[in-house]
């Protein structure tokens, strides 16, 4: 599995704090590259380019809150980012909703909350089952109006 990982420059140090920790993993560093102020929504459409054109098969997207960063990715029809602040949140992600990037607040949770994400995010499988016409739903934009209950 490729996995790529970007940032903005608030959340470049814990992005590279993070690539060392798994350095088993072969990263796929979309930037940023240093802490010079950069524009988030740059590196979300980074990833949202290397998951829709098959380059990375999940990602990981940071910024000082993941709340604009996670908006930027989320753009591209391909991706269902979840902004996470807990590992329970990434679990359920992954089970119930197969994200296939994982946002985080650099400003929100620190290290070791995002060592445990992240570990979440590359362990925990799709269920599958009853989640999946849920899944084909988001995957044909498919927007039933508000007044009809399914």
């Not at 970007?6 to 350095?23: C, N, V």
């Not at 709340?67 to 359920?92: D, K």
Request: charged share 20%; with cysteine.
């Amino acid at each position: 599995m490729k996995i790529a990982i970007a940032s903005d420059h608030a959340g470049y140090e814990l992005k590279e704090a993070l690539k060392t920790f798994f350095g088993q993993i072969d990263w796929l560093d979309l930037g940023a590259h240093n802490l010079d102020s950069v524009h988030y929504p740059d590196y979300g459409f980074a990833m949202g380019e290397a998951i829709t054109d098959g380059r990375a098969d999940r990602g990981i997207v940071i910024c000082g809150s993941g709340i604009g960063i996670s908006i930027a990715v989320n753009r591209f029809p391909a991706v269902r980012a979840a902004l996470c602040t807990n590992s329970t949140m990434v679990r359920l992600s992954r089970l119930h909703n197969d994200a296939n990037v994982l946002a985080l607040g650099s400003r929100i949770i620190g290290f070791e909350v995002a060592q445990e994400c992240v570990d979440a995010f590359l362990s925990t499988p799709f269920e599958g089952g009853r989640h999946q016409q849920r899944i084909d739903m988001l995957s044909a934009n498919v927007c039933p109006s508000a007044t009809s209950p399914s």
